[in-house]
């Protein structure tokens, strides 16, 4: 696994691995949800990304940690969207 690999988990979910690679040894992993996209107001802190042909929301606000076991595969990488990804979650943080 790697920061910003897309990753199916247990229950069919996708989800932003967003952990530093640098904490890997780590049981657990930082995740943002995704869900299907729809028209967002706030798209800053939930942009969309295209994954297999449909568009994705990364819905920050319900970010948190997972046990690495529910992990069931990566399906694909957004590292090429990092800034965006990381300009979501620094929103999340600190309100800007």
Known sequence: MAQFDVCRVRGGDLV??????????LPTRFVVPLRPADASAMQRLTPV?????????????????????????????????EYTIKTALDMLISGF
Not at 74 to 81: C, E, Q, R, W
């Open 16 to 25: 932003i691995d967003c952990q530093a690679n640098l904490l890997d040894r």
């Open 49 to 81: 990304f295209a994954i297999d042909g449909r568009d994705y929301a990364m819905f920050t606000p319900l970010a948190g940690a997972i046990d690495v076991r529910d992990i069931e595969a990566i399906v694909g990488s957004l590292l090429v969207h």
